[in-house]
């Protein structure tokens, strides 16, 4: 790396955001932020952009917008506000790198605008590949841009393909951790609190993808969005239980053979690879160590219990709008759990009731899947004002 890579960071102020400006901030010497972004958090955009003075923020609430613009003045950055302005600011010529940390479906369009202007792509969002895979794929391929998972798993499984692209996957095996609620049956879920949800076991993420781990739901949009980042069929991709999260993930070459990576749970060590690849940079981030760990187990995941995996499996193999319908739909259902509107196991209920009511396209354009997303969401809701 002998020029520094350009970063805009599409949700600076997020877990992934926050913990990408910590990767930069000890590789000053191969980083320098130029745009950072955010919903909400006006704060702590501000005193981001204090920190890292990137060429432009945007606060997307434009209820924010006089704070953040008042705030930065004196220190000539400049600020942006509004959904069109996100789209915009990836376009900007002195952007090396998108890191897409959006929640959910709203890093699609942004990273879509980020591909047609040939940005390189950091992928966190894994919604973008959920929604619309075949078509995001197709534009990178077209514009020659290349995908760089930060997923902890797709990482691994990106890892273990280093110096392997020309030999053919067998199969992936995605770990989860299963979770708060790994061996729970469904009466006992049936009574889980949203402050029991919060708490998982190995990570530290945002509200909205640790109710997604404990519902599983994470697992089975990590598993559609495997498919499109590394080309492979339905059938070729497995789901083990790994309660350590110590083995990120695996791939089992046509040889039988299984290459996995291991690592202590530290979201930086996938941020760092995907910013720098090809190459590795030194960290000082705390080494796993075996002895620590004398027993790493693995079990089959609770299809039945946890339904929203076999939802996510059942969309994936349906392929055409359903992975957006599953998405739009879990999105409402989480935030309804999250407001204590419906309970733990409802979520799954109300995406199943989604899925059936919409309708199906084999073949859909951006605009079909715009439609999509927004139908999903106000059916989904009606559903939940019916059981309230």
């Not at 890579?5 to 599409?10: D, T, V």
């Not at 990178?140 to 280093?162: G, M």
């Not at 193999?317 to 599953?326: F, R, T």
């Not at 354009?365 to 059981?387: P, V």
Request: with cysteine; charged share 25%; glycine share 6%.
């Amino acid at each position: 790396m002998s020029e520094k890579k350009r970063i805009a960071i599409l949700g600076s102020t997020g877990s992934i955001g926050t913990q990408t400006l910590e990767v930069i901030k000890n590789h000053l010497d191969k980083f320098e932020v130029e745009v950072l972004t955010a919903q909400n958090n006006a704060d702590l955009l501000i005193a981001q952009a204090r920190e890292f003075l990137p060429n432009c923020v945007v606060i997307v609430n434009e209820d924010h917008y006089p704070k953040v613009k008042e705030a930065l003045l004196p220190i000539n950055i400049k600020v942006y506000t509004g959904e069109k302005a996100l789209n915009q600011v990836v376009e900007m010529d002195t952007i090396d790198v998108v890191l897409t940390a959006l929640v959910g479906y709203s890093g699609l369009i942004p990273t879509i605008h980020a591909i047609k202007s040939g940005k390189q792509i950091a992928l966190a969002n894994k919604e973008t590949l959920v929604v619309a895979g075949e078509m995001i794929t197709k534009l990178a391929k077209e514009y020659a841009v290349n995908i760089y998972p930060v997923d902890s798993e797709h990482s691994a499984i990106f890892q273990c393909l280093v110096g392997e692209f020309h030999n053919p996957i067998e199969k992936i095996i995605l770990t989860a951790s299963g979770g708060p609620f790994r061996g729970k049956d469904r009466k006992f879920l049936e009574t889980v609190t949203k402050a029991q949800a919060l708490k998982h076991p190995n990570w530290d993420m945002g509200a909205k993808i640790t109710i997604d781990s404990a519902s599983m739901m994470n697992k089975g949009l990590e598993v559609i969005e495997a498919k499109w980042l590394f080309g492979l069929r339905s059938e070729q991709i497995e789901v083990i239980v790994h309660p350590q999260s110590i083995v990120h993930s695996l791939i089992q070459f046509e040889d039988g053979s299984i290459k996995a990576q291991l690592g202590l749970p530290d979201m930086r060590i996938p941020i760092q690879f995907a910013l720098s690849y090809p190459e590795r940079l030194k960290a000082d981030f705390p080494r796993f160590n075996f002895a620590q760990y004398p027993n790493l187990t693995f079990e089959q995941p609770d299809f039945e219990t946890f339904q929203n995996l076999q939802l996510a499996f059942d969309a994936m193999e349906k392929g055409g709008n359903a992975p957006c319908i599953l998405n739009a739909a879990n999105e409402i259902a989480v935030a309804a759990f999250l407001r204590e509107e419906v309970g733990f196991l409802e979520m799954s209920d109300l995406i199943a009731e989604t899925m059936v009511k919409m309708d199906f396209i084999p073949k859909p354009s951006l605009e079909d899947f715009i439609e999509t997303d927004k139908m999903s969401r106000i059916i989904t809701q009606k559903f939940i004002k019916s059981k309230v």
